[in-house]
């Protein structure tokens, strides 16, 4: 079963806009990783945030955490059409120190030139 | 450098034949996966094995089996290939820890005629 669910599904943006994706999820957390998928590939890890980080940043990434809420959001800023792909969030329960991530279905985004 | 690769990238079976799909990795990890990624569906775990002579089940591993004796490979049979394996499967790796970021291969698309 997912743990993690994304929203929206699909988000259609103009290039040099923002881009925002949520993900929430059900139960506690170690960390919880977004990844990205290009067409035909396999996925690339994007960032981490673990349990007691609010926010992380990495180049035109930020991603934070309400653990409270049990949810994330993983903001793109000033996107490219080389953004346009498949965004998962995934979750690691913490069930021991070889636990197992917990992908979403996914969220597709396009990014028009 | 250190990889991850999948063979064969695409395969077409009968309903009824086995069929056992390659997982190579040059990381030395000792964490491995099998996934399958079906539209609505998102990824779903096969199995999984966090090293040599171990391995454990996933959410849907019925009609698969895995067997890890090294380190580099886990590779994935489907012991009597039906209609509804056809997916794209997807190996990943990673090293034991809190932060479990994990290292998907390119993918094999398979279909089950």
């Known amino acids: 079963s997912q743990q993690g669910e994304e929203d929206p599904q699909a988000l259609s943006i103009q290039e040099g806009e923002n881009a925002t994706m949520n993900c929430s999820y059900k139960?506690?957390?170690?960390?919880l990783q977004w990844y990205r998928q290009n067409s035909g590939r396999g996925l690339v890890h994007l960032i981490l945030?673990?349990?007691?980080?609010r926010e992380k940043h990495s180049g035109r990434l930020r991603v934070t955490l309400d653990t409270s809420k049990k949810s994330s959001s993983l903001l793109i800023t000033a996107s490219r059409a080389a953004d346009t792909a498949s965004y998962f969030c995934?979750?690691?329960?913490?069930?021991?120190?070889?636990?197992?991530?917990?992908f979403g279905k996914g969220i597709t985004l396009s990014v028009r030139p | 450098d250190a990889e991850i690769t999948q063979s064969p990238r695409h395969k077409i079976t009968e309903t009824g034949r086995q069929v056992t799909l390659a997982c190579h990795q040059t990381?030395?990890?000792?964490?491995m996966f099998w996934y399958r990624q079906d539209l609505g569906h998102g990824l779903r775990l096969i199995h999984y094995?966090?090293?040599?002579?171990?391995?454990n089940k996933g959410e849907v591993s019925d009609g698969y089996s895995v067997s890890r004796s090294n380190t580099e490979d886990l590779p994935l049979t489907l012991e009597s290939a039906a209609s509804s394996q056809t997916s794209v499967y997807f190996c990943?790796?990673?090293?034991?820890?809190?932060?479990?970021?994990?290292?998907f291969g390119p993918g094999t698309r398979l279909l089950v005629l």
């Open positions: 990943a790796s990673s090293a034991p820890g809190t932060a479990e970021t994990q290292y």
């Open positions: 945030i673990r349990s007691n980080e």
């Open positions: 094995s966090y090293g040599v002579q171990d391995t």
């Open positions: 139960t506690s957390i170690n960390n």
């Open positions: 990381w030395n990890h000792n964490n």
């Open positions: 995934a979750t690691r329960t913490p069930s021991g120190a070889n636990s197992k991530l917990t």
